[in-house]
């Protein structure tokens, strides 16, 4: 229990600094203050991801749940890197600032995103 407790820290540790570098490098790219791009590139790359690491799962038994890889990288990186409470603090500013149409585009490209990228992640892991 303790060395999966360790071992979760140690991929959040991972994962949240590498989420603060993307968000970072997203913001740099994008200079609009507007739309919060910094969180879809995260949200659709963790969803991404995921979807390869689910592939892995099911194709070749690798990185099953309750194994120490699974708690690495799903629990510790990917629960770290993804960022639904800041999805979800963007998108109450946004809402609280009435722009309703930035709110919407968020809220579709997040999910639209976040779905197709999870999906197309899987896929191509699928199959190779």
Known sequence: MLLN???????????SISRYLVYLG????YHKQNFPLG????????SFFLGIIL???VKYNIMGRHTISHYLF??????????????SQDNLILLMNRNY?????N?????????GLTAVGYFAVKSI
């Open 101 to 105: 149409f930035i709110f919407s585009l």
């Open 5 to 15: 407790l360790l071992i979760i820290g140690m991929g959040g540790f991972l994962g």
């Open 26 to 29: 997203a913001d740099n790219f």
């Open 74 to 87: 799903v629990t510790g990186f990917l629960g770290a890197y993804t960022t639904f409470s800041t999805f």
């Open 107 to 115: 809220v579709l490209s997040n999910l639209i995103l976040g779905l």
């Open 55 to 57: 592939a892995l799962s």
């Open 39 to 46: 969180t879809l590139v995260v949200n659709a790359s963790g």
